[in-house]
């Protein structure tokens, strides 16, 4: 059964075009378009084989974009990413090589594998959606996302994500093991040889820029708004966490549940937008303390605990 019967068309087509590939997982699908919307990013963070690079290709892939991607490795460079100046042979000048990051949807796989250094060539790209290059400015393709994967299993091999990196990430989702009926439609689509390479595009990087300004229009009641605040506040007067949500977050909840909102063919926030939204856009920007750890466990459970204690807005 449906769980939105006015959703818009082009979304509905999104999330249809997409659950060819990825079955069982539509509010993974959902959130994903939502940090799209919000001309946000989203780390996919989960064990292997469950599809965490066939989400980010089967969205490239349905939007007419361009898509680009990094395996990250410890030996991938800065200017991998980002360009580099080189000079040409003929003119004896100086030439701007492009990078990967010039795309409208940039995969980077398993970001924990590269480098501090590579990974910092990130920020500014995530940030401000362009490159500085030796004191030049190139502004990249609109729409522009990054969606980045990671294992968190596997440790050998693998660089830390810097706070200041996690905080530019939207969201933080994971994608999960299919349910056994789901594993059983995977395996018959397996047989029909059905990948994102399959798919073709059903919206426009037009379609997803006139959508990003109709999220903006979505309203948000004053009372949500302080909804979203006590929330946040609460991270950061809590004795179980270290490191509080910073206002980014609390800007990264408010936009993402306008975005949602829209995704849900509704012209407004409810408070049910909050609590869906709040454990993958809070959970990874909050440090929790040893005391914390220990009483409550995990990040994400801590978010959920904060919401079962603050009063919901009604009315």
Known sequence: MERQINRNEKINSLVNNIEKVIVGKRDVIEYVITAMLTGGHILIEDVPG???????????????????????TPDVMPSDITGFNMVNSSTGEFEYKKGAAFCNFLLADEINRASPKSQSALL?????????????????????????????????????????????????????????DDEITILSRNENDISPKSL???????????????????????????????IVNATRE????????????????????KAYAYVMGRGYVIPDDIKALAPVVLSHR??????????????DEMVTKLLSEITVPVG
């Open 124 to 180: 500014e790209i995530m940030e401000e959606h362009q490159i500085s290059v030796d004191g030049v400015t190139h502004p990249l393709p609109s729409p522009f996302m990054v969606m980045a994967t990671q294992n968190p299993v596997e440790t050998y091999g693998t660089y830390h994500l810097p706070e200041a990196q996690m905080d530019r990430f939207t969201m933080k989702i994971s994608v999960g093991y299919p349910s056994a």
């Open 200 to 230: 073709e595009p059903v919206v426009t990087c037009d379609d997803i820029t006139d959508m990003q300004q109709k999220v903006k229009l979505i309203r948000c009641d004053e009372k949500i708004q302080q909804y979203i605040v006590s």
């Open 286 to 299: 909050i440090i929790l303390t040893p005391k914390g750890r220990s009483a409550v466990g995990t990040s």
């Open 50 to 72: 469950v599809g965490k690079t066939q989400l980010a290709a089967a969205l490239s892939r349905s939007c007419a974009g361009e898509f680009g991607r990094l395996q990250l």
């Open 238 to 257: 809590n004795d179980y966490i270290k490191l509080g949500v910073s206002p980014r977050g609390s800007i990264a909840l408010y936009r993402t549940a």
